[in-house]
């Protein structure tokens, strides 16, 4: 038996060998190096809740918090319907339908990288496509990037568009698997399409949906890239994220304990809200 699925147990080997290097060790890591003193270079001290007090205590640190949460409302807004809505519509498509996934796809397969320094011009307060097209319409420029008034919500449009087409391509499966007949049962009784898509289509993708909803609020309240490479928190710490001021306290204040400490904290929230997400689904079920 073991001899027969020697192949499954290595490539499960491999996969677990690659979990425990790059996701669990950091982990326990990090929760290690939030109780310590350390440069990486000397001996560490243990210096018990210290990192913790000097993170909670840190003037970014509020700010940073209520930039992220709302980050991610923002991002909930467009990130979670616009998807869904575009899900709909290509499942509501006869003709083209595999070229425009791909379309919608496209963003997703470009390195984060390449899509941050895109927009980077898309918002040039100067020859930037954005304020070309304002000015097109006779409409003043904006400084996207540079004003704590729209400093954000321009972070939350490059990560919607990075990360749609993975979201619009789950959201298609599911509607590719809901029993045509109920459609059909809708329409006899006469239901548009708003009534189909709210009395059929979002009750049998709920669960896919609930599901989303706790991914996405994870990977929101994590936002890195997008601040530290478009605005470097600023301005004004308008878009200092929490995951941005872990890697200050890292990297620019080498204070790797502290760092930690902020990261245990971000988890420690993630996990309740997780854990809270997850029972009301299961208590919500028939």
Known sequence: MVRRNLTAYGFLCAA??????????????????????????????????????????????????????????????????????????????????????????????????????????????GPGLFNQILGFFHLPPLAWLDSSSTALISLVLVSTWMNMGSATLIYLAALQNIPPELYEAAELDGAGILKRVRHVTIPQTRLILLLMLMLQIVATMQVFIEPYMLTGGGPENATVSVAYLMYQFAFSQMNYGQAGALGMLLMLALLVFAAVQLRTTREDKP
């Not at 018990?48 to 840190?58: E, H, P, R, T, Y």
């Not at 990130?79 to 425009?100: I, K, M, Q, S, T």
């Not at 919608?104 to 918002?123: D, E, G, R, S």
């Open 16 to 125: 677990l060998f690659c979990f425990t290097v790059f996701a669990w060790y950091p982990m326990v890591r990090e929760f290690i190096l939030s109780f310590q003193k350390t440069d990486l270079i000397n001996p560490p001290t243990w210096v018990g809740l210290d990192n913790f007090k000097a993170a909670v205590q840190d003037p970014a640190f509020g700010e940073a918090w209520l930039n992220t949460v709302e980050f991610t409302v923002l991002a909930l807004l467009c990130g979670y319907a616009v998807p869904f809505v575009v899900a709909l519509v290509l499942n509501e498509l006869r003709h083209a339908r595999a070229y425009l996934r791909f379309v919608v796809y496209l963003p997703v397969m470009l390195p984060p990288i390449v899509a941050v320094l895109l927009f980077q011009w898309f918002y040039d307060p």
